[in-house]
């Protein structure tokens, strides 16, 4: 059988090490404890029961602990799951490390960052430039490492990064087919967007909500931090405010997070790019275990809905 959570199907039987990337308790119907364990390893991720746990099971399996386990692939209300027949915490003598079954983004860090940086250097207007370059100076460590979220799309090693090369090769696209289009505060927006995410989110690893993120969101700390870096760089003009509203828009609805609706042209596009993108993404996601002619699970951030994997329907 190929290895990998992706390429596993119901049935197969399954004797491999997994990443516990979140542990949960429960209590089932008949009173008695069980744990919910997310694993993954770098192809993808599979839900699993531990039913009957004992104190001892919740700390020895909590999240970021690697497991020796041996089980079979089920099908639980149309989506795949892990069931246990034996699970052990691993040791030194397994060797094997948590890096090993952590999903990254397809292209490096140092690449995407030379992508970036090439957008910022063709930038034409200084202001937009110089804050743009600032902010992704002061926080480029934790932006090439950072997740875009902490599930649905982009929610891996270097997701943020990837997003947002992403998003500049859209907007480049759409640049060149509407010229009208401002591609400086573009390229600034979608580069900037989320960079408030490394500060919202903990890490790469078991990415929760910081508390930072929880009571402000990525947002307003950017918004925020567009102002200050104005302010360190001395700079004083309408750019500062319309770069701000991109930010403060980009999620296009107030039921969707936005403090604003967009009313710059640049912000409806980048909000538009950014929707493209991470659906894109969630359902290229949901069919990588999906055979020809099949329907994926049901994605609960697209509608409950399921996707069929068409590349097997005949055209003819």
């Given at each position: 059988?190929?290895?990998?959570?992706?390429n596993?199907?119901?049935?197969?039987?399954?004797?491999?090490?997994?990443?516990?990337?979140?542990?949960?308790?429960?209590?089932?119907?008949?009173?008695?404890?069980?744990?919910?364990?997310?694993?993954?390893?770098?192809?993808?991720?599979?839900?699993?029961?531990?039913?009957?746990?004992?104190?001892?099971?919740?700390?020895?399996?909590?999240?970021?602990?690697?497991?020796?386990?041996?089980?079979?692939?089920?099908e639980?209300?149309?989506?795949?799951?892990?069931?246990i027949?034996s699970?052990?915490?691993?040791?030194?003598?397994?060797?094997v490390?948590?890096?090993?079954?952590?999903?990254?983004?397809?292209?490096?860090?140092?690449?995407?960052?030379?992508?970036?940086?090439?957008?910022?250097?063709?930038?034409?207007?200084a202001?937009?430039?110089?804050?743009?370059?600032?902010?992704?100076?002061?926080?480029?460590?934790?932006?090439?490492?950072?997740?875009?979220?902490?599930?649905?799309?982009?929610?891996?090693?270097?997701?943020?990064?990837?997003?947002?090369?992403?998003?500049?090769?859209?907007?480049?696209?759409?640049?060149?087919?509407?010229?009208?289009?401002?591609?400086?505060?573009?390229?600034?927006?979608?580069?900037?967007?989320?960079?408030?995410?490394?500060?919202?989110?903990?890490?790469?690893?078991?990415?929760?909500?910081?508390?930072?993120?929880?009571?402000?969101?990525?947002?307003?700390?950017?918004?925020?931090?567009?102002?200050?870096?104005?302010?360190e760089?001395?700079?004083?003009?309408?750019?500062?405010?319309?770069?701000?509203?991109?930010?403060?828009?980009?999620?296009?609805?107030?039921?969707?997070?936005?403090?604003?609706?967009?009313?710059?042209?640049?912000?409806?596009?980048?909000?538009?790019?950014?929707?493209?993108?991470?659906?894109?993404?969630?359902?290229?996601?949901?069919?990588?275990?999906?055979?020809?002619?099949?329907?994926?699970?049901?994605?609960?951030?697209?509608?409950?809905?399921?996707?069929?994997?068409?590349?097997?329907?005949?055209?003819?």
């Amino acid at each position: 059988m190929t290895n990998g959570i992706r390429n596993h199907q119901v049935g197969d039987k399954v004797e491999t090490y997994f990443l516990i990337k979140t542990s949960t308790k429960g209590t089932a119907s008949n009173g008695k404890p069980f744990l919910t364990l997310q694993l993954c390893d770098h192809t993808g991720e599979i839900e699993a029961k531990l039913w009957g746990c004992s104190p001892e099971d919740e700390q020895a399996f909590c999240s970021q602990v690697i497991v020796h386990l041996s089980g079979e692939v089920s099908e639980y209300r149309g989506r795949r799951q892990m069931k246990i027949q034996s699970i052990r915490p691993t040791t030194a003598m397994d060797q094997v490390k948590v890096a090993d079954f952590i999903r990254s983004a397809p292209i490096s860090p140092d690449d995407m960052l030379d992508e970036i940086t090439q957008y910022i250097f063709e930038m034409k207007n200084a202001n937009i430039q110089r804050i743009t370059r600032h902010l992704m100076k002061k926080h480029q460590t934790a932006f090439l490492q950072s997740p875009a979220a902490t599930k649905n799309h982009h929610e891996f090693v270097s997701g943020l990064a990837y997003h947002v090369v992403s998003m500049l090769k859209i907007a480049r696209s759409l640049v060149e087919l509407y010229p009208s289009l401002d591609s400086d505060l573009l390229y600034a927006g979608v580069i900037l967007h989320d960079l408030g995410k490394v500060r919202e989110l903990s890490g790469p690893i078991d990415t929760q909500y910081t508390l930072e993120g929880k009571l402000i969101g990525h947002i307003s700390i950017m918004v925020t931090e567009v102002a200050q870096a104005a302010e360190e760089l001395k700079i004083d003009s309408e750019e500062v405010l319309i770069l701000q509203h991109l930010i403060a828009s980009h999620h296009g609805k107030g039921e969707w997070g936005s403090p604003k609706v967009p009313v710059v042209k640049e912000a409806e596009v980048l909000h538009l790019i950014d929707n493209i993108d991470a659906k894109i993404n969630m359902m290229d996601r949901a069919l990588e275990t999906v055979q020809p002619g099949e329907f994926s699970e049901r994605v609960m951030a697209l509608d409950h809905r399921s996707f069929i994997n068409h590349v097997s329907i005949s055209l003819l």
